[in-house]
Protein backbone atom coordinates (compact mmCIF):
# COMPACT_ATOMS: atom_id res chain seq x y z
CA UNK A 1 0.00 0.00 0.00
CA UNK A 2 0.96 3.96 -0.53
CA UNK A 3 2.20 5.47 2.57
CA UNK A 4 1.49 8.54 1.30
CA UNK A 5 -1.97 10.46 1.36
CA UNK A 6 -2.36 13.31 -2.00
CA UNK A 7 -6.18 15.18 -2.79
CA UNK A 8 -6.83 13.77 -5.94
CA UNK A 9 -6.84 17.10 -7.80
CA UNK A 10 -6.13 20.36 -7.90
CA UNK A 11 -6.49 23.28 -10.46
CA UNK A 12 -4.33 26.36 -10.58
CA UNK A 13 -3.75 29.52 -12.61
CA UNK A 14 -1.51 29.74 -14.82
CA UNK A 15 1.72 31.90 -13.34
CA UNK A 16 0.71 31.17 -10.18
CA UNK A 17 2.45 29.70 -7.83
CA UNK A 18 0.97 25.52 -7.44
CA UNK A 19 1.03 23.89 -3.68
CA UNK A 20 0.59 20.70 -4.13
CA UNK A 21 0.35 18.64 -0.11
CA UNK A 22 1.36 14.97 0.56
CA UNK A 23 1.17 13.41 3.73
CA UNK A 24 2.84 10.30 5.02
CA UNK A 25 2.49 10.32 8.92
CA UNK A 26 4.22 6.70 9.46
CA UNK A 27 7.39 8.02 7.33
CA UNK A 28 10.52 6.20 9.92
CA UNK A 29 13.82 8.02 10.36
CA UNK A 30 15.62 7.19 6.92
CA UNK A 31 12.97 7.26 4.59
CA UNK A 32 13.36 10.01 1.81
CA UNK A 33 10.49 11.78 0.04
CA UNK A 34 10.48 11.53 -3.22
CA UNK A 35 7.74 13.49 -6.27
CA UNK A 36 7.54 12.13 -9.87
CA UNK A 37 4.91 13.45 -12.26
CA UNK A 38 3.26 12.02 -15.47
CA UNK A 39 1.62 13.75 -18.12
CA UNK A 40 -0.92 12.58 -20.19
CA UNK A 41 0.01 9.54 -21.93
CA UNK A 42 4.04 9.67 -20.75
CA UNK A 43 6.48 7.88 -18.69
CA UNK A 44 6.86 9.79 -14.94
CA UNK A 45 9.45 12.05 -14.77
CA UNK A 46 11.71 12.53 -11.49
CA UNK A 47 10.77 16.07 -9.91
CA UNK A 48 12.62 15.84 -6.54
CA UNK A 49 13.52 14.60 -3.80
CA UNK A 50 14.55 15.37 0.27
CA UNK A 51 14.70 14.19 3.46
CA UNK A 52 14.11 16.50 5.95
CA UNK A 53 15.34 19.65 4.61
CA UNK A 54 13.81 21.86 2.19
CA UNK A 55 15.64 21.34 -1.68
CA UNK A 56 15.09 23.14 -4.36
CA UNK A 57 16.07 22.47 -7.91
CA UNK A 58 15.31 23.70 -11.63
CA UNK A 59 11.78 22.33 -11.60
CA UNK A 60 10.35 22.87 -8.05
CA UNK A 61 10.63 23.14 -4.37
CA UNK A 62 10.17 20.64 -1.80
CA UNK A 63 9.38 22.26 1.83
CA UNK A 64 9.31 19.00 4.57
CA UNK A 65 7.33 19.70 8.08
CA UNK A 66 9.71 19.35 10.95
CA UNK A 67 7.94 16.14 12.01
CA UNK A 68 8.79 15.01 8.68
CA UNK A 69 4.64 13.90 8.96
CA UNK A 70 4.00 16.18 5.50
CA UNK A 71 5.37 17.65 2.73
CA UNK A 72 4.48 20.44 0.24
CA UNK A 73 5.52 20.48 -3.40
CA UNK A 74 5.53 23.71 -5.07
CA UNK A 75 5.99 25.27 -8.95
CA UNK A 76 6.50 28.44 -8.26
CA UNK A 77 5.06 29.78 -11.67
CA UNK A 78 2.62 26.89 -12.76
CA UNK A 79 2.45 26.94 -16.93
CA UNK A 80 -0.01 24.96 -18.92
CA UNK A 81 2.72 22.07 -19.85
CA UNK A 82 2.85 21.50 -16.13
CA UNK A 83 -0.66 20.15 -16.01
CA UNK A 84 0.23 16.75 -14.97
CA UNK A 85 -0.26 13.82 -12.58
CA UNK A 86 1.98 14.39 -9.58
CA UNK A 87 3.18 11.51 -7.23
CA UNK A 88 4.52 12.07 -4.01
CA UNK A 89 6.28 8.40 -2.99
CA UNK A 90 8.13 7.65 0.32
CA UNK A 91 11.22 5.28 0.20
CA UNK A 92 14.58 4.14 1.55
CA UNK A 93 17.70 5.72 0.13
CA UNK A 94 20.46 3.96 1.66
CA UNK A 95 20.56 0.33 3.33
CA UNK A 96 20.98 -3.47 2.15
CA UNK A 97 16.83 -3.71 2.74
CA UNK A 98 16.33 -1.02 -0.21
CA UNK A 99 15.59 -2.77 -3.16
CA UNK A 100 14.29 0.89 -4.24
CA UNK A 101 10.64 -0.55 -4.71
CA UNK A 102 8.89 2.65 -5.37
CA UNK A 103 5.09 2.32 -4.30
CA UNK A 104 3.14 4.89 -6.60
CA UNK A 105 -0.15 6.05 -5.10
CA UNK A 106 -2.99 7.50 -7.25
CA UNK A 107 -1.24 11.17 -7.04
CA UNK A 108 -2.52 14.54 -7.12
CA UNK A 109 -4.27 15.46 -10.65
CA UNK A 110 -3.05 19.31 -11.71
CA UNK A 111 -4.90 21.46 -13.51
CA UNK A 112 -3.30 24.46 -14.53
CA UNK A 113 -5.59 27.01 -16.38
CA UNK A 114 -4.79 30.02 -18.52
CA UNK B 1 21.65 8.79 -25.01
CA UNK B 2 18.73 6.77 -25.33
CA UNK B 3 17.46 6.19 -21.49
CA UNK B 4 15.10 3.71 -21.22
CA UNK B 5 13.25 2.03 -23.78
CA UNK B 6 10.67 -0.12 -24.48
CA UNK B 7 9.05 -2.16 -27.48
CA UNK B 8 6.51 -2.66 -29.03
CA UNK B 9 4.59 0.88 -28.00
CA UNK B 10 1.26 -0.79 -29.04
CA UNK B 11 0.09 -4.65 -29.46
CA UNK B 12 -3.32 -6.42 -29.39
CA UNK B 13 -3.32 -9.64 -28.79
CA UNK B 14 -6.18 -12.00 -28.43
CA UNK B 15 -7.19 -13.79 -24.86
CA UNK B 16 -4.57 -16.95 -24.90
CA UNK B 17 -1.98 -15.65 -26.68
CA UNK B 18 1.30 -14.91 -25.42
CA UNK B 19 4.06 -12.04 -26.13
CA UNK B 20 6.78 -10.38 -24.55
CA UNK B 21 7.31 -7.01 -23.66
CA UNK B 22 11.43 -5.51 -24.10
CA UNK B 23 12.91 -2.81 -22.00
CA UNK B 24 16.44 -1.70 -22.71
CA UNK B 25 18.50 1.04 -20.77
CA UNK B 26 22.05 1.99 -21.77
CA UNK B 27 22.73 3.63 -18.32
CA UNK B 28 24.39 0.94 -16.84
CA UNK B 29 21.88 0.99 -14.48
CA UNK B 30 21.62 -2.23 -11.77
CA UNK B 31 17.54 -2.10 -11.04
CA UNK B 32 15.48 -2.55 -13.22
CA UNK B 33 11.30 -2.47 -13.10
CA UNK B 34 7.87 -3.24 -14.82
CA UNK B 35 5.02 -1.47 -13.41
CA UNK B 36 1.03 -1.21 -15.04
CA UNK B 37 -1.14 1.47 -15.11
CA UNK B 38 -5.06 1.78 -15.39
CA UNK B 39 -7.36 4.08 -16.58
CA UNK B 40 -7.91 6.23 -12.95
CA UNK B 41 -4.92 4.75 -11.09
CA UNK B 42 -1.08 4.92 -10.52
CA UNK B 43 1.31 2.84 -10.99
CA UNK B 44 1.54 -1.25 -9.80
CA UNK B 45 4.35 -2.78 -9.42
CA UNK B 46 4.42 -6.19 -11.28
CA UNK B 47 8.72 -7.57 -11.35
CA UNK B 48 11.59 -6.03 -10.41
CA UNK B 49 15.56 -6.79 -10.46
CA UNK B 50 17.70 -5.74 -8.74
CA UNK B 51 20.74 -6.99 -11.07
CA UNK B 52 21.82 -9.51 -14.01
CA UNK B 53 20.02 -13.18 -13.61
CA UNK B 54 17.88 -11.71 -10.55
CA UNK B 55 14.26 -10.90 -10.58
CA UNK B 56 11.38 -10.52 -7.55
CA UNK B 57 7.91 -10.02 -7.45
CA UNK B 58 6.00 -6.95 -7.00
CA UNK B 59 2.43 -5.77 -5.96
CA UNK B 60 0.51 -7.32 -8.78
CA UNK B 61 3.02 -10.59 -10.24
CA UNK B 62 0.12 -13.20 -11.51
CA UNK B 63 -0.20 -13.81 -14.80
CA UNK B 64 3.42 -12.26 -15.34
CA UNK B 65 6.53 -13.61 -15.78
CA UNK B 66 10.06 -12.05 -16.24
CA UNK B 67 13.86 -12.46 -17.22
CA UNK B 68 17.12 -10.24 -16.93
CA UNK B 69 19.40 -12.50 -18.32
CA UNK B 70 21.43 -9.65 -19.70
CA UNK B 71 22.10 -6.29 -17.50
CA UNK B 72 20.82 -3.89 -20.32
CA UNK B 73 17.41 -5.90 -20.69
CA UNK B 74 14.36 -7.07 -18.84
CA UNK B 75 11.35 -8.54 -20.84
CA UNK B 76 8.31 -8.80 -19.55
CA UNK B 77 6.40 -12.38 -20.34
CA UNK B 78 2.42 -12.90 -20.45
CA UNK B 79 2.27 -16.71 -21.48
CA UNK B 80 -1.13 -16.48 -22.11
CA UNK B 81 -3.13 -13.37 -22.06
CA UNK B 82 -6.45 -11.88 -20.41
CA UNK B 83 -8.48 -9.09 -20.79
CA UNK B 84 -7.81 -8.33 -17.69
CA UNK B 85 -4.06 -7.49 -18.08
CA UNK B 86 -4.86 -4.53 -20.89
CA UNK B 87 -2.72 -1.96 -19.86
CA UNK B 88 -0.16 0.40 -20.04
CA UNK B 89 3.22 -0.86 -18.79
CA UNK B 90 6.08 1.57 -17.79
CA UNK B 91 9.65 -0.11 -17.29
CA UNK B 92 11.89 2.09 -15.56
CA UNK B 93 15.52 1.34 -14.38
CA UNK B 94 17.96 2.84 -11.66
CA UNK B 95 21.61 2.71 -10.36
CA UNK B 96 22.32 1.30 -7.30
CA UNK B 97 24.77 2.49 -4.35
CA UNK B 98 25.14 5.21 -1.95
CA UNK B 99 24.22 8.94 -3.17
CA UNK B 100 21.53 11.28 -3.39
CA UNK B 101 20.46 10.33 -7.28
CA UNK B 102 20.77 6.33 -6.52
CA UNK B 103 16.74 6.16 -5.72
CA UNK B 104 15.63 8.13 -8.91
CA UNK B 105 14.20 6.36 -11.46
CA UNK B 106 13.92 6.56 -15.32
CA UNK B 107 11.24 5.64 -16.97
CA UNK B 108 10.02 4.26 -20.38
CA UNK B 109 7.57 5.93 -22.70
CA UNK B 110 5.67 2.93 -22.35
CA UNK B 111 3.87 0.20 -23.79
CA UNK B 112 0.18 -0.34 -24.65
CA UNK B 113 -1.62 -3.35 -24.91
CA UNK B 114 -4.88 -4.72 -25.43
CA UNK B 115 -6.05 -7.97 -25.00
CA UNK B 116 -9.49 -8.82 -26.57
Not at chain 2, 91 to 113: D, E, I, K, Q, Y
Request: proline letters at 4%.
Amino acid sequence: DAKTTQPPSMDCAEGRAANLPCNHSTISGNEYVYWYRQIHSQGPQYIIHGLKNNETNEMASLIITEDRKSSTLILPHATLRDTAVYYCIVNYLHGSSNTGKLIFGQGTTLQVKP
Amino acid sequence: NAGVTQTPKFRVLKTGQSMTLLCAQDMNHEYMYWYRQDPGMGLRLIHYSVGEGTTAKGEVPDGYNVSRLKKQNFLLGLESAAPSQTSVYFCASRRTGVGTGANVLTFGAGSRLTVL
